[in-house]
């Protein structure tokens, strides 16, 4: 994990996540919606969350979802 992240930046609670009724996952990033999940996109994404074993294997899973987050050329949102 330390070389996945290797600015601390997962340590931060930069990503977020809501599950509607339908069982549809919008994921944020500071306060901001960059990803909708369906489906079995959304079942997976749950199971992982559980699985996670801590917040910050939380935000690594919550990061690789959204896709342009792995690069590491993200900017910095303003608060």
Not at 16 to 24: A, D, I
Not at 47 to 56: L, R
């Amino acid at each position: 994990m330390e070389n996945i992240d290797k600015k601390n930046r997962l340590d931060e609670e930069v990503f977020s996540y809501r599950v509607t009724k339908n069982n549809t996952v919008f994921i944020d990033w500071y306060g901001k919606q960059v990803t909708i999940l369906k489906g079995k996109e959304a079942e997976k994404f749950l199971v992982k969350m559980e699985q996670a074993s801590n917040h910050k294997e939380q935000q690594l899973v919550m990061a690789k979802v959204t896709g342009n987050f792995k690069r590491g050329n993200e900017k910095e949102a303003s608060h």
